[in-house]
């Protein structure tokens, strides 16, 4: 039986990202979970709940699956991705492998880049918005996230997105500033790949190998692509990718 697979959504999205991911993975033989994060289906709030919150959640998940399951997380869901996997391994569990698709970096890690800054303090403006609900903006989502996307599909992402919480992003934008290390990881014990898009801004490659080298793992960069990896155009080369990674057998880190 093939492994099953749990894709952890970033910020301000759910499950739905997956969509159109999820099929190959499903049509190789994998049973596919994509859940919505707390506060992210419409019928609980989102105001105040921490990444490790997400963390637990997704934990929970893994615990229930008959057999290690393959963790894939996007962006933010990236992070939650490996904290979730790193907190099972602290209690004797197992996570298959790791797959971090353009993820948010952990404690410690510093971005590469002016956009990466800007976000870090931007969010500021709302105030104490740590313990708000943020809603999406649609400048942002336009330009870092669903940048490759043609307008129509942009609109039709934007128009499902909900709000995500302030606490979470603060605990992810201005981890230097938490003195709980909430976001801090520690190695998964299993394979881990990173995938980043040559164009992404907001989690760049440079970024992304630091994530990747923290944890032991090795990259893939996909030159073309930006930050909606399981959606923009070639997203079918990264479910590839994914896959061949599932499929090697005791691949070194590289």
Sequence with gaps: MRAPVIMVHGAFCGGWTFDAFRAPFEAAGHRVLTPDLIGHD???????????????????????CETPPILIGHSMGGLVAQMAAARVAAKG??????????????????????????????????????????????????????????????????????????????????????????????????????IAGGQDVIHPPATVRQTAARLGGRVEVFEEMSHWLPGEPGWESVAQCCLDFIGAQGRAAA
């Design 93 to 194: 569990g197992a996570v298959e492998k790791l797959i971090l698709l353009a993820p948010s970096a952990p404690w410690g890690v510093s971005g590469a880049t002016l956009e990466e800054a800007v976000s870090a303090v931007s969010l500021y403006s709302f105030g104490p918005y740590w313990l708000q609900a943020i809603a999406p903006d649609y400048g942002v989502v336009r330009r870092y996230s669903v940048d490759r996307l043609p307008r129509a599909e942009r609109k039709a992402i934007f128009a499902r997105m909900t709000s995500e919480s302030g606490r979470a992003l603060w605990e992810t934008l201005n981890w230097w500033l938490d003195p709980f290390m909430t976001t801090s990881v520690r190695s998964p014990g299993c394979p881990v790949l990173a």
């Design 42 to 64: 419409g019928a609980t709030a989102v105001s105040g709940v921490s990444m490790s919150d997400y963390a637990r959640q997704i934990a929970g998940l893994i615990k229930a």
